[in-house]
């Protein structure tokens, strides 16, 4: 949960700045208190947040984090609302919320989020979306004033969302390793890699990805370290490739990279 909210933070303070009333909570609850600086209201329970027609939005690290929010006390509080969930979780994990949600008289919004922090507080973030019609018009506001730059209207069937984050994440990490090692066999043949990239990303690959990766390599900063966010994502896709029973000779291989840098 820490870790998102990294990401939670500045989407609170980006709420805050556009005029909505807010009530937060942190398991850490001193990380929140800043916040409460800024006008938030700083919650003891996660139950506070959640009332009657209200909308919850929760930036959680994984399904199994999201699923232990949605208690029979949380449902019971959120007749009539709204619950955006934006983790990087399961599809299957998305259309259980979706079900439990509808089945207690509120609606789940699906929306898993691409973008760093950096992103957030430029409100450059890219957002798909699933949910009935309604919740989708309410809640529209409140992705752009959480950031979103480029929202994606994915319909109504829960776990598309989420496949979606997940194939994005595969090809971040793809890109990133990518350009780790085609950088450095290109600058030992003599290659200058600001160069490299600045020509690549400005013909080939134009791609934010590439751009911005690609010039951190080029200054020697570390992009590959010891997170455990990668592998968890490769770990995803590897079990809804597994699930359809297809091949993923490069999603294992990622992995087991990752798994050897976070060592």
Known sequence: MDRAWRTGYP??????ESGYQLSVYNRTRSKAEPLAERGAQ???????????????????????ATESLVTAAFLARMEGGIHIGMCTGSPEAAKRLAKLHADHGS???EAPVFGRPEAVKTRQLAISYAGR???????KPVLIALGGSALFDMGEQPG??????QLGNFLI??????????????????????????????????????????AAIAEK???????PIPAKDLGLFRQLAEEYALSHPITQTLLQLTNATSR
């Open 173 to 214: 990490i793809s890109a990133v390793r990518s350009l780790v090692e085609g950088l450095a066999i290109a600058e030992s043949a003599g290659v200058d890699a600001a160069a490299a990239v600045k020509m690549l990303t400005e013909t080939l690959f134009p791609s934010p990805i590439y751009r911005s990766y690609g």
């Open 11 to 16: 989407m609170a303070v980006n709420l805050l």
């Open 133 to 139: 019609f309604e919740a989708k018009v309410r809640v």
């Open 42 to 64: 700083v919650a003891s329970d996660p139950l506070q947040v959640a009332e009657k027609r209200g909308i919850v939005v929760s930036v959680l690290w994984d399904s199994e």
């Open 107 to 109: 609606t789940y919004v």
């Open 221 to 227: 900063k570390h992009v590959i370290n010891a997170s």
């Open 160 to 165: 598309i969302p989420t496949v979606i984050k």
